[in-house]
């Protein structure tokens, strides 16, 4: 998949990128990983914040609001942790995870580069 390969090498030159991965909520599993390291194992993320997504659109679901999900933030002391779930019939069951170094990241304009990339990708 050279689309997804060169989404994911274009998010890890937002400034900050620690890893990023294509991810299916459905099944759990990373399509595409891109950085990480020994210390920070991207698969592992990925799957877990599939609960994340999953707890959100059922929260979403039980109180009857009919919008989709723009992006997730999680912030941690050190990083930022961003899920962007994919829009369009191709990307349904999809999202877009960046784990992003705290003091690096320029939080508006990676949201704003995500979007960017989410929106150019074809899966």
Known sequence: M??????????????????????DYTSGMALGIAGGNKDFDLAVAAAGNTDVV???????????????IEDILITLDSQ?????????RSGEGLFLYLALHKT??????????LKRIEAALDV
């Open 2 to 23: 050279p689309e997804m390969d060169v989404a994911l090498k274009d998010a890890m030159q937002i400034d900050g990128a620690i890893g990023v991965a294509l991810v």
């Open 54 to 68: 999953r707890s959100k659109l059922r929260a979403m679901e039980m109180l009857g609001i009919r919008e989709q």
């Open 80 to 88: 930022y942790h961003m899920i962007r779930p994919l829009k369009g």
């Open 104 to 113: 690096k990241a320029n939080l508006a304009l990676s949201r704003h580069q």
